[in-house]
T-cell receptor
Framework: AQSVAQPEDQVNVAEGNPLTVKCTYS??????LFWYVQYPNRGLQFLLK??????LVKGSYGFEAEFNKSQTSFHLKKPSALVSDSALYFC???????????????FGTGTRLLVSP | DTEVTQTPKHLVMGMTNKKSLKCEQH?????MYWYKQKAKKPPELMFV???????INESVPSRFSPECPNSSLLNLHLHALQPEDSALYLC?????????????FGPGTRLTVT
């Protein structure tokens, strides 16, 4: 089964500084990776995905992610953090559910990003 | 329109009540999902409907009963719930469930079982 790991429960960064939220993956075959963000008491919002192609993926709200096959990582980045970026971030991988022909997302445990003014 | 709507936003119910959660999307998506999310935890998949047929049931207790009346609507019927079922229930949709790309999530229903 496919899985992702988010090693940090929380990341603290000052506004205006670059931010990185880490994600590593374990898959058989080609990985299909995603980042979602969740603001308090809200659903998840899709940020970006890696399917194939360029290792640097650009997404919504100025976020980007770098796919690194040798390090099995898919870290989320932003050059300059905003206080409004404070939220819960989930990395996810697509998993082919055995014997069903269907696919589902497997989420990491989440990383809370706190951007201070 | 990339919106998934869910009603109600909040629901408080007793353990003997019967209630329903509703989800709607008008993006022409043919796969719809129910997730359960506890505080500060990732969403846990409960059910997947693809082309209005139940495709995945992640061993969810029978007190949760999903229904997909048409391609735009998804319901979750609740009966005889337990306090530990209190959580945020999220609905999501995607183009289809066979080849999954991004999912679009609704804002959720905050359920409290007393």
């Amino acid at each position: 089964a496919q899985s992702v790991a988010q090693p940090e429960d929380q990341v603290n960064v000052a506004e205006g500084n670059p931010l990185t939220v880490k994600c590593t993956y374990s898959v058989s075959g080609n990985p299909y990776l995603f980042w979602y963000v969740q603001y308090p008491n809200r659903g998840l919002q899709f940020l970006l995905k890696y399917i194939t192609g360029d290792n640097l993926v650009k997404g919504s709200y100025g976020f980007e992610a770098e796919f690194n096959k040798s390090q099995t990582s898919f870290h989320l980045k932003k050059p300059s953090a905003l206080v409004s970026d404070s939220a819960l971030y989930f990395c996810a991988v697509r998993d082919d559910r055995e014997n069903t022909g269907f696919q589902k997302l497997v989420f990491g445990t989440g990383t809370r990003l706190l951007v201070s003014p | 329109d990339t919106e998934v709507t869910q009603t109600p936003k909040h629901l408080v119910m007793g353990m003997t009540n019967k209630k329903s959660l509703k989800c709607e999307q008008h993006m022409g998506h043919r796969a719809m999902y129910w997730y359960k999310q506890k505080a500060k935890k990732p969403p846990e998949l409960m059910f997947v409907y693809s082309y209005e047929k139940l495709s995945i049931n992640e061993s969810v207790p029978s007190r949760f009963s999903p229904e997909c009346p048409n391609s735009s609507l998804l319901n979750l019927h609740l009966h005889a719930l337990q306090p530990e079922d209190s959580a945020l229930y999220l609905c999501a949709s995607s183009q289809d469930g066979v080849t999954l790309y991004e999912q679009y999530f609704g804002p959720g229903t905050r359920l409290t079982v007393t």
